[in-house]
């Protein structure tokens, strides 16, 4: 939780000092419903994580949130629609590869199933 507040504060102090204005109200609204949907839906599903299920899947660090869906693909998909507007396209591919490096990393690593993650890319790309 506190790398996740560490990056939106140094995504707000980038927008605020190198991006237009204009961008920070919307950043900030799609920001706050990301979040409270990623919320709401982990606690309503409250769906175990693939170590709790399948053999052989031991974590590194023990997670205390439920699995569906992924927030941190949400977060890394939401970030890559919200700064390729207006983008060059080598940028766009950067940002894109690297919210589906996330999202792969999530499933790699034993914490999501693959429907978290497919469910978390929808929720970071539609920002509602």
Do not use: N
Request: hydrophobic share 55%; aromatic share 16%; net charge positive.
């Amino acid at each position: 939780m506190c790398l996740e507040r560490a990056t939106y504060l140094f995504l707000l102090s980038f927008i605020w000092l190198f991006l237009k204005r204009e961008k920070l109200k919307p950043f900030i609204l799609a920001l706050a419903l990301e979040s409270a949907l990623v919320h709401i839906l982990k606690f309503a599903f409250k769906a175990p994580r693939p170590a709790s299920m399948l053999k052989d899947v031991y974590l590194l660090e023990p997670l205390y949130h439920k699995s569906f869906q992924s927030g941190d693909t949400a977060m890394a998909f939401l970030l890559a629609c919200f700064f390729s507007q207006g983008a060059s396209t080598p940028i766009k591919i950067l940002l894109f590869v690297y919210a589906f490096l996330i999202a792969y990393g999530r499933m790699y690593l034993g914490v999501h199933f693959p429907m978290d993650v497919l469910v978390g890319a929808i929720i970071g790309v539609f920002k509602l």
